[in-house]
């Protein structure tokens, strides 16, 4: 069975940093497209970014380009979600997400549970 299993949420100043990691268990993601999504409260899921299944492609949505930076470590079966200058704005929980496909994530096969951002002023 597959899982996602997100790590590295908590607490932190505005303009401070965090990494999340997303470990997945019960399946290689070698082959596999992965993505970062975040829901705050009151409002729906958005997408935050993508990489393929190399790591030699992403994307970012434009609220998170130049702070947010995705990677990937395949022998790890991990994904990392490297977030700097955060503002509160960032405040959601954020959910890994496994592709169904190598080059994007329109389809996503499996979710994390999530883990919890806050970022206080």
């Known amino acids: 069975q597959v899982q996602l299993v997100e790590s590295g949420g908590g607490l932190v100043q505005a303009g401070g940093s965090l990494r999340l990691s997303c470990t997945v268990s019960g399946r290689s993601i070698s082959n596999r497209a992965m993505g970062w999504f975040r829901q705050a409260p009151g409002k729906e899921r958005e997408f935050v970014a993508a990489i393929n299944w190399s790591g030699g492609s992403t994307y970012y949505a434009d609220s998170v380009k130049g702070r947010f930076i995705i990677s990937r470590d395949n022998a790890k079966n991990t994904v990392y979600l490297q977030m700097d200058t955060l503002r509160p704005e960032d405040t959601a929980v954020y959910y890994c997400?496994?592709?169904?496909?190598?080059?994007?994530?329109?389809?996503?096969?499996?979710w994390g549970q999530g883990t919890q951002v806050t970022v206080s002023s």
């Open positions: 997400a496994l592709s169904s496909t190598p080059i994007n994530i329109n389809h996503i096969d499996s």
